[in-house]
T-cell receptor
Framework: DAMVIQNPRYQVTQFGKPVTLSCSQTLNHNVMYWYQQKSSQAPKLLFHYYDKDFNNEADTPDNFQSRRPNTSFCFLDIRSPGLGDAAMYLC???????????????FGSGTRLTVV | GEDVEQSLFLSVREGDSSVINCTYTDSSSTYLYWYKQEPGAGLQLLTYIFSNMDMKQDQRLTVLLNKKDKHLSLRIADTQTGDSAIYFCAEKGKGSSASKIIFGSGTRLSIRP
């Protein structure tokens, strides 16, 4: 089945040690998103790629970076994780047509990051 | 600007109907969505509605859209224990936000026997 896959499901990292979370998709969607979700809160968009164009949210800390080497993969790099970065990280994909219609906004199962 | 608001909690008895409400601020919103999130999982798209529709029904789910009041609701008929989750209302952004959707804070639905 076509889907959005996030690895790993759970990630433990040390305070200040760089960590990378990965997302892959078989939907061939042109837009990929990274969200941060803390307990009992709405997902907060960090950034998204529209094809190869990177779009950062204004309030996303510099500590968070992203890479999209090809259509199928997108990575979230946290350069120096702090205790406040412990959260669920959700990847999502969608297709946006030239008319601006957004289709098939699909989420992965998330990676729960613990910082020790 | 775009903003989506929901009440935080709803408790219903098993077998009753659940109605989760949402208000949004952008009267030109084109698409509105309902997502379900079970504990420790990602968000699952339940249903969506175009702004030119008033109602959409899909099995136990009914979405009602009142464009005049900018009010969206999700009704779950015959609520089951498996319906326990957080339900997020969302709207499609526009302009510089056109490639993303804006989420409400989520309503936690709990089912009592």
């Amino acid at each position: 089945d076509a889907m959005v896959i996030q690895n790993p499901r759970y990630q433990v990292t040390q305070f200040g040690k760089p960590v990378t979370l990965s997302c892959s998709q078989t939907l061939n969607h042109n837009v990929m998103y990274w969200y941060q979700q803390k307990s009992s809160q709405a997902p907060k968009l960090l950034f998204h790629y529209y094809d190869k164009d990177f779009n950062n949210e204004a309030d996303t800390p510099d500590n968070f970076q992203s890479r999209r080497p090809n259509t199928s993969f997108c990575f979230l790099d946290i350069r120096s994780p702090g205790l406040g970065d412990a959260a669920m990280y959700l990847c999502a994909t969608s297709t946006q047509s030239s008319a601006g219609i957004l289709y098939g906004y699909t989420f992965g199962s998330g990676t729960r990051l613990t910082v020790v | 600007g775009e903003d989506v608001e929901q009440s935080l909690f709803l408790s219903v008895r098993e077998g009753d109907s659940s109605v989760i409400n949402c208000t949004y601020t952008d009267s030109s919103s084109t698409y509105l969505y309902w997502y379900k999130q079970e504990p420790g999982a990602g968000l699952q798209l339940l249903t969506y509605i175009f702004s030119n529709m008033d109602m959409k029904q899909d099995q136990r789910l009914t979405v009602l859209l009142n464009k005049k009041d900018k009010h969206l609701s999700l009704r779950i008929a015959d609520t089951q224990t498996g319906d326990s989750a957080i339900y997020f209302c969302a709207e499609k952004g526009k302009g510089s936000s056109a490639s993303k959707i804006i989420f409400g804070s989520g309503t936690r639905l709990s089912i009592r026997p």
